[in-house]
């Protein structure tokens, strides 16, 4: 673990996870269709009998991750004292930390075979770093309250830093009582079966129930605000993918744009 932030020490950080996630992401193949444990050893040991190759591949359609994985890029991160409106929480902490907003946006895009019935993914931020030099998630959106009826969701999502993320429902918001001191406001649509999430401290977690379409391509949105200490001046974002819980990750590693405040 890197216990001291330097520029050198993060670039050196950065080139060998992104070395390391690019090898790895190469040999990411889940199979297209639905298979259970046995289906998936044989899936891991094809045939040797030339003659039974041809056979094997229409039965175990191989679906290539990085080519149905599309990250939205640049990955869109705001800083909240910037906007002008600062809370107090933001006020209380705002000398030894910085205060940002990260809308983390992805696709998966439609492919012959690929039944899409979850979306599982893993963001971390600094990993490779102590504690007292990553990011804390304070605030994520959506949870999983939302969609326990696995009806359609349409409405405004307030960010607005020390307060958090609320979300308002179309026949509910009000712009004047709501996003009065507001940082941003979104729009916001979605309709998942269902969904579970969860902070882990330097990071957050979710997973995403969809209702088995294979016709489309579908977006898919994770918002979160990260209390940043000051003196650490980069974020190395690293995010695990896994689809339909075929036991195969793909790894997104990217350097995320820090805005500083302007205090």
């Not at 040797?48 to 041809?54: A, E, L, P, T, V």
Request: glycine residues 4%; aromatic residues 14%.
């Amino acid at each position: 673990m890197i216990q001291n932030f330097s520029i050198e020490s993060y670039i050196r950080e950065y080139h060998r996870q992104r070395t390391e996630s690019d090898a790895m992401n190469l040999n990411a193949v889940i199979a297209g269709n639905d298979i259970g444990i046995n289906d998936y050893l044989a899936f891991l040991n094809p045939p040797g009998d030339f003659n039974d190759i041809q056979k094997y591949i229409a039965e175990h359609p191989a679906l290539e991750l990085r080519e149905i994985i599309s990250v939205h890029e640049p990955v869109e991160c705001k800083n909240l004292i910037n906007t002008g409106v600062i809370d107090n929480v933001e006020w209380r902490f705002i000398d030894e930390f910085d205060f940002h907003f990260l809308n983390f946006n992805f696709d998966i895009r439609h492919k012959k075979h690929l039944n899409l019935r979850s979306v599982a993914i893993n963001a971390r931020f600094n990993e490779p770093y102590p504690p007292n030099l990553r990011p804390r998630v304070i605030a994520m959106f959506p949870d999983h309250d939302l969609f326990d009826k696995s009806a359609k969701v349409a409405g405004k999502v307030v960010v607005s830093g020390g307060q958090g993320i609320k979300f308002y429902g179309e026949n509910e918001f009000d712009q004047k009582k709501h996003a009065a001191d507001a940082d941003f406001v979104y729009d916001y649509n979605a309709k998942w079966r269902g969904l579970f999430s969860s902070q882990t401290g330097s990071g957050f977690f979710y997973k995403f129930f969809t209702e088995g379409s294979e016709a489309l391509t579908q977006n898919f949105r994770a918002m979160a605000i990260l209390l940043r200490p000051r003196a650490v001046k980069k974020i190395l974002m690293k995010v695990s993918f896994v689809i339909n819980e075929f036991p195969v990750e793909y790894d997104y590693v990217t350097d995320i744009p820090i805005e500083e405040s302007k205090i």
